[in-house]
Nanobody, 118 residues
Framework: QVQLVESGGGLVQPGGSLRLSCAASGFTFSHHDLSWYRQSPGKDRELVAEITGVGRSTNYADSVKGRFIISRDNAKNTVNLQMNSLEPEDTAMYYC???????????WGQGTQVTVSS
């Protein structure tokens, strides 16, 4: 059974920090591209950060550059998102994604809610 389970979301005040984690089971994602997406009511799902399976290069949305850091631990089959200097605009449901485009593998987690409010 293929599963991705996010954790670490919650309520935080503006300027605070959260660390999201995503644990995979049923497969090993050492060769997969890993990403974090987010979606808030009335908006499209947005790519926040990604880290490639080959080369481990990273890419961030302009809105989070300098504040968020994506990392992966292939030995533990996890991908993390460190979020600093959080803003109300960061409020969303955050999802992790694992993808291998060559074999057309695409898995999603159930999401974890992040709410930034005073």
């Amino acid at each position: 059974q293929v599963q991705l389970v996010e954790s670490g979301g919650g309520l935080v005040q503006p300027g605070g920090s959260l660390r999201l984690s995503c644990a995979a089971s049923g497969f090993t994602f050492s060769h997969h591209d890993l990403s974090w997406y987010r979606q808030s009511p009335g908006k499209d799902r947005e790519l926040v950060a990604e880290i490639t399976g080959v080369g481990r290069s990273t890419n961030y949305a302009d809105s989070v550059k300098g504040r968020f850091i994506i990392s992966r631990d292939n030995a533990k089959n996890t991908v993390n998102l460190q979020m600093n200097s959080l803003e109300p605009e960061d409020t969303a449901m955050y999802y992790c994604n694992a993808r291998d485009r060559f074999i057309r593998f695409d898995a999603w987690g159930q999401g974890t809610q992040v709410t930034v409010s005073s």
